[in-house]
């Protein structure tokens, strides 16, 4: 993607910082993870066609317990960027936000486009591994502060680091659409 900022070498494991297009070694990554649906893979649902070209692991630690989860960063050019989320309480599709939520002073509930979510969680999460491509400067051990919302099966979420804050939306998505989207058993 034209607006790539980090890369992974699928040979080498190399973190590659990308500048107009020219490479930039900045270290070798640890071991790999496997994704379950492969970098490249181009999954096709109602909005059109989707192709993953970034996945990170993250996790958080909440009262003494590791919880960890998946993410793919998928792009498609007239769309732009989604994430496909694989949480131990299923999968999620979201997209950056238009626009700031408003958030209660107590971080209890926020509200977007007339819609309100209450919290469900709010953690520190950690990186623990990224391949693929990037249009932020993401490396593993990047730490952020998470408020994570629901309406129904609507999303709305919360990231904060330490230069920026930024939020997604979106809804659940089943297991079965995600393995048809990309043809996975």
Do not use: H
């Not at 989707?50 to 958080?60: A, E, H, K």
């Not at 969680?121 to 990224?130: F, H, I």
């Not at 990047?142 to 809804?171: I, P, V």
């Amino acid at each position: 993607a034209p607006e790539s900022e980090r890369t992974t070498c699928p040979s080498c494991n190399a973190l590659l910082d990308v500048d107009q297009g020219n490479l930039t070694y900045l270290k070798t990554l640890a071991a790999r993870a496997k994704p379950r649906i492969p970098l490249g893979s181009v999954g096709t649902f109602a909005e059109g066609t989707l192709t993953v070209i970034g996945f990170m692991t993250r996790q958080c630690k909440v009262e003494g317990v590791t919880y960890k989860w998946d993410e793919y960063l998928l792009y498609n050019k007239k769309r732009g960027f989604s994430f496909l989320v694989d949480a131990e309480d299923g999968w999620s599709m979201v997209k950056p936000t238009t626009g700031a939520p408003v958030m209660a002073e107590n971080g209890t509930t926020a509200t977007y486009l007339n819609k309100r979510y209450q919290q469900q969680y709010a953690y520190n999460a950690e990186t623990t591994y990224v391949a693929g491509e990037f249009y932020w400067q993401v490396e593993r051990g990047q730490k952020t502060f998470n408020r994570d919302f629901a309406n129904g099966g609507a999303l709305l979420s919360m990231e904060r680091s330490t230069n920026e804050l930024t939020w997604s939306s979106g809804s659940k998505i089943d297991s079965g659409a995600v393995a048809t989207a990309f043809k996975l058993d």
